[in-house]
């Protein structure tokens, strides 16, 4: 539910805050004159927020997110942004204590159309200095965020102006520039969108505009709060901090023209998949791309610090997974020193085990998918690794995973789910009953395939390769 908050002051006028202030903080007497912060707790999917003031614009969906409103004050679109600690809910049941904007982590989006002048209000109720960068805008120096570089850090308790014309359309971002590291890590970022001020050649209308970050973030089972510190080794890979199945689905009527704003503030790649249907890259944060470079895929490679507009033509019907291809960014609460043990009969060993420890359970003898069928009690507030439920039982997926569902029968702009795929009879995948032939085994000549070359020297007896998890982590991704 939206909620107003109001900020300590006393009466004066916005002419207390000149339009040139790079950057400067505001008086205890001018801060009447701020827009009321306006704040968001719960983690759904907000409707668009279509625009009452102002020039018209298709407005974009936040997955798991809202868009922040404004007010116009002689010309000018005012924001207010309140950067605090904030409780976010990363999926049913689990809860993470991290910094964010207006009671969410990631921000709240800001849209605004292109030739806009925008003044944006950050009020800082950290325990020490932040500012916030405006990524991929082009902007006076002194707005673009840099702390000791750009503009002072902005005090605890203070509260700063950004102000700056909106001069490209396109995709950006939003983060600190100040104990990055830190103030990043516990999900501090948000999304922005400046839309075209008339119809643009490179920039085609669609019907439904989707958009979330791709954050990351290292919670041990039963704790709540980030660790800062990790370099490389996450465990919770997330979509707008949150992960499945966690995150809503992106719901689309059938023959929609659909756009995917995908921003990656997290500390590696992900190569974003999607199911079922074929995408146009059509803008980056540098703006949208020539029409000559474009080619359908199925997948796009998101680098750190990048983001990737992705359109498509939903021409088929289905629930379809839309997800990261890296294999382990789709997994929650993963344990790095877990090991490997495929294919080792754990039968009598169990049995011992249990006789000490009645509630001793067996791991990954199988694979690490009967774990999602197990009952095995969790921490408090931890997520389990693989969870949710599809139509046909147990999906197996965490991190960053979704579902694009596409339906004939969806209203133009509804957003709800319609719950589950119905599919045509024949269309789903059965299980053959009949007798199995026997396989043919492929004869060839001994001295084929001996190689290019002959060896210098061979093994007196084969050997049996034994597959060890290199020690280390993930260093390499």
Same mark, same amino acid.
């Given at each position: *539910?939206?909620?107003?908050?109001?900020?300590?002051?006393?009466?004066?006028?916005?002419?207390?805050?000149?339009?040139?202030?790079?950057?400067?903080?505001?008086?205890?007497?001018?801060?009447?004159?701020?827009?009321?912060?306006?704040?968001?707790?719960?983690?759904?999917?907000?409707?668009?927020?279509?625009?009452?003031?102002?020039?018209?614009?298709?407005?974009?969906?936040?997955?798991?997110?809202?868009?922040?409103?404004?007010?116009?004050?002689?010309?000018?679109?005012?924001? /207010?942004?309140?950067?605090?600690?904030?409780?976010?809910?990363?999926?049913?049941?689990?809860?993470?204590?991290?910094?964010? @904007?207006?009671?969410?982590?990631?921000?709240?989006?800001?849209?605004?159309?292109? $030739?806009?002048?925008?003044?944006?209000?950050?009020?800082?109720?950290?325990? #020490?200095?932040?500012?916030? /960068?405006?990524?991929?805008?082009?902007? &006076?120096?002194?707005?673009?965020?840099?702390?000791?570089?750009?503009?002072?850090?902005?005090?605890?308790?203070?509260?700063?102006? @950004?102000?700056?014309?909106?001069?490209?359309?396109?995709?950006?971002?939003?983060?600190?520039? !100040?104990?990055?590291?830190?103030?990043?890590?516990?999900?501090?970022?948000?999304?922005?969108?400046?839309?075209?001020?008339?119809?643009?050649?490179?920039?085609?209308?669609?019907?439904?505009?989707?958009?979330?970050?791709?954050?990351? @973030?290292?919670? #041990?089972p039963g704790s709540a709060t980030p660790k800062i510190m990790t370099m490389l080794d996450f465990n919770l890979w997330s979509w707008n901090s949150r992960i499945f199945p966690g995150i809503d689905p992106l719901v689309v009527r059938h023959m929609d023209r659909v756009r995917i704003r995908v921003g990656n503030l997290t500390m590696t790649n992900h190569p974003i998949h999607l199911h079922g249907h074929e995408f146009l890259i059509t803008g980056t944060d540098g703006g949208p791309t020539p029409k000559s470079t474009r080619q359908y895929e199925v997948t796009a490679d998101i680098a750190v610090g990048q983001m990737r507009q992705m359109d498509f033509l939903a021409d088929e019907e289905?629930?379809?997974?839309?997800?990261? /291809?890296?294999?382990?960014?789709?997994?929650?609460?993963?344990?790095?020193?877990?090991?490997?043990?495929?294919?080792?009969?754990?039968?009598?060993?169990?049995?011992?085990?249990?006789?000490?420890?009645?509630?001793?359970?067996?791991?990954?003898?199988?694979?690490?998918?009967?774990?999602?069928?197990?009952?095995?009690?969790?921490?408090?507030?931890?997520? !389990?690794?693989?969870?949710?439920?599809?139509?046909?039982?147990?999906? $197996? *997926?965490?991190? *960053?995973?979704?579902?694009?569902?596409?339906?004939?029968?969806?209203?133009?702009?509804?957003?709800?789910? &319609?719950?589950?795929?119905?599919?045509?009879?024949?269309?789903? !995948? @059965?299980?053959?009953?009949?007798?199995? &032939?026997? &396989?043919?085994?492929?004869?060839?000549?001994?001295?084929?395939?001996?190689?290019?070359?002959?060896?210098?020297?061979?093994?007196?007896?084969?050997?049996?390769?034994?597959?060890?998890?290199?020690?280390?982590?993930?260093?390499?991704?």
């Open positions: *539910m939206l909620s107003r908050r109001k900020m300590l002051g006393t009466s004066a006028s916005i002419g207390a805050i000149t339009a040139a202030a790079a950057a400067a903080t505001v008086s205890k007497v001018a801060m009447a004159a701020l827009p009321e912060p306006v704040i968001q707790t719960k983690p759904d999917t907000m409707p668009p927020l279509v625009p009452n003031t102002g020039r018209p614009y298709n407005p974009v969906v936040t997955l798991n997110g809202w868009t922040l409103p404004w007010r116009m004050n002689n010309g000018v679109k005012e924001f /207010h942004l309140v950067a605090e600690p904030v409780v976010r809910e990363m999926s049913p049941g689990f809860k993470a204590h991290l910094w964010g @904007y207006n009671g969410q982590s990631p921000g709240p989006t800001i849209e605004v159309v292109e $030739g806009d002048r925008v003044r944006i209000f950050v009020t800082n109720k950290l325990g #020490e200095l932040t500012s916030i /960068h405006w990524h991929g805008q082009r902007l &006076p120096n002194g707005m673009d965020g840099v702390t000791g570089l750009n503009q002072p850090g902005i005090p605890p308790g203070k509260t700063y102006v @950004y102000e700056f014309v909106a001069r490209r359309p396109g995709t950006f971002m939003y983060h600190p520039h !100040a104990d990055e590291m830190v103030q990043m890590a516990m999900g501090m970022m948000g999304f922005w969108i400046t839309h075209p001020k008339q119809k643009h050649p490179l920039i085609d209308e669609v019907d439904r505009d989707f958009c979330f970050l791709l954050n990351a @973030y290292d919670i #041990e289905g629930d379809w997974a839309f997800h990261c /291809h890296k294999s382990h960014h789709t997994m929650n609460a993963m344990g790095h020193d877990v090991p490997t043990m495929i294919g080792v009969d754990h039968s009598g060993v169990a049995r011992q085990i249990t006789k000490l420890i009645p509630d001793y359970m067996v791991m990954g003898e199988r694979g690490m998918k009967d774990m999602t069928e197990m009952e095995m009690p969790l921490p408090d507030n931890t997520a !389990a690794m693989m969870t949710g439920t599809g139509p046909f039982g147990a999906v $197996g *997926m965490g991190g *960053m995973f979704s579902v694009v569902k596409v339906r004939k029968d969806q209203k133009r702009g509804d957003y709800k789910d &319609p719950g589950w795929y119905q599919h045509p009879p024949g269309t789903v !995948a @059965y299980e053959f009953t009949g007798a199995l &032939p026997a &396989p043919a085994r492929f004869k060839a000549d001994a001295s084929a395939g001996t190689g290019s070359m002959p060896a210098m020297a061979k093994p007196a007896k084969d050997v049996e390769v034994r597959v060890r998890k290199p020690a280390g982590g993930h260093s390499g991704h």
